[in-house]
């Protein structure tokens, strides 16, 4: 599927994908159209998780490939969680600390939960006086660790 030139939304709702009323089954591709310096922000909205797949505004969504995707909101009181790429990505938690950039994509809504997955991982905050639980989840057949970042507002970090 194709986006338009103009700002797209694509919602990923009940198993189907939709867009401008109309549910689509069988997707493998979304290419939202334009590029990351257009001005234009494409957006998906889901109650799943997002997988980073390591390249700027590029995510899995349901197995649905999603390209030049700027904004994603995790809607109907989701547990959608952000998952890392097996490469190194880039997470920013923004001021108000609603809002997560990974991969210059703006996440909004989600369970406040970052599996950073594989590679080197960045994880910076612009919020004042936030707490940060790190867990460290063995993996047996690869004997590599994932950490699993969880964010929430308080008064240390820990």
Do not use: C, P
């Not at 030049?68 to 108000?96: H, M, P």
């Not at 989600?110 to 790190?134: M, Q, R, Y």
């Amino acid at each position: 599927m194709i986006g338009t030139d103009g700002a797209d939304t694509f919602g990923f709702l009940s198993g189907e994908l939709h867009t401008y009323g109309i549910s689509f089954t069988g997707i493998e591709e979304v290419n939202a159209g334009g590029t990351s310096n257009d001005g234009i922000s494409d957006q998906l909205n889901t109650e799943t998780d997002v997988n980073l797949t390591g390249n700027q505004e590029e995510l899995r969504n349901a197995n649905i490939l999603f390209k030049d995707i700027e904004q994603v909101a995790f809607i109907n009181n989701s547990n959608g969680k952000i998952v890392g790429s097996a490469i190194d990505d880039s997470f920013i938690i923004a001021s108000t600390g609603d809002k997560l950039t990974a991969n210059n994509i703006d996440f909004t809504g989600f369970n406040k939960t970052i599996d950073t997955g594989e590679g080197t991982d960045t994880v910076s905050t612009l919020v004042a006086n936030s707490t940060w639980s790190l867990s460290t989840i063995q993996k047996r057949s690869h004997k590599q660790r994932n950490y699993l970042y969880q964010y929430r507002k308080s008064h240390r970090f820990r």
